[in-house]
């Protein structure tokens, strides 16, 4: 039997694959013990040398810039680690009315090319309208920004050619070659707006349209947009009675475009 001072020494961790292990939500080996002070040990004993702070704390998340001192286990964490690691939301330019294509087709492409952890959140934002026709009020998705796709990722030259050699895909925003990362507050504020789920009406006259009452009152008339008062949802039209042109204030559904 081999002598265990013999043995070769186990290679250090690799800080790399901690990473990676910590993107995936992977739990951590315990730590080994460190050996007690005044406790003299056989050279060759220990398996490997003591980790080092960044590798030995499970609390925190271990990025390339040094440890994130977040609670592991939750959101705020792993925005944290990737953050930290450059990770940002950027745009990407569609053909028209594909967009929901682009992202089925580029979640496949990044399970296939095992990128996962480069590529992450892909959306395309829609909220729910409210659309008023033939005198029926019904709920339809629509599509925030048409024609563009955004995508939560750590650009480097292989995740770029995932995205951009995706089917439909046509390019990304930015400047020349070179795509452009939203601004933080940008993202906060689309990410707050797909949170809102309080259906929009869709509004599909101006002032001046000609328009006819569906409901109410005042039922079967016509008349002409007057103002439009979208933080009231309500719109004002001029409304002939008596031969006089009357301001009648109405809600978005009880109007409807001739």
Do not use: C
Not at 56 to 63: E, F, K, M, R, Y
């Amino acid at each position: 039997m081999p002598d265990d001072r013999n043995r070769p020494q186990a290679p250090k961790p690799d800080t790399a694959a901690i990473i990676q292990k910590l993107f995936r939500d992977e739990p951590q080996e315990p730590a080994p013990e460190a050996t007690p002070v005044g406790v003299l040990v056989p050279e060759g004993e220990l398996e490997a040398p003591a980790p080092t702070p960044a590798q030995s704390v499970p609390a925190d998340v271990a990025t390339p810039e040094g440890v994130v001192e977040t609670p592991p286990g939750t959101e705020d964490a792993l925005e944290a680690a990737r953050a930290a690691a450059g990770t940002r939301w950027y745009v990407i330019h569609t053909y028209s009315g594909y967009e929901n294509k682009v992202r089925t087709n580029l979640e496949r492409r990044v399970e296939s090319m095992n990128v996962q952890e480069k590529i992450f959140r892909i959306l395309v934002p829609t909220e729910d309208e409210i659309e008023i026709k033939d005198g029926k009020r019904r709920i339809a998705k629509k599509k925030v920004f048409p024609g563009y796709v955004l995508v939560e990722m750590t650009m480097d030259d292989d995740s770029w050619y995932v995205v951009r050699n995706t089917p439909g895909v046509t390019g990304f925003v930015g400047s020349g070659t070179k795509p452009l990362p939203l601004q933080d507050k940008e993202v906060k504020a689309i990410l707050r707006q797909l949170g809102d789920e309080t259906p929009k009406f869709r509004i599909t006259y101006q002032k001046g349209s000609a328009v006819r009452i569906n409901s109410g009152p005042f039922m079967d008339f016509s008349g002409v947009v007057d103002e439009i008062l979208p933080e009231k949802e309500k719109v004002r039209v001029l409304v002939s009675i008596f031969g006089r042109e009357t301001p009648v204030e109405l809600d978005f559904a009880q109007v409807e475009k001739i």
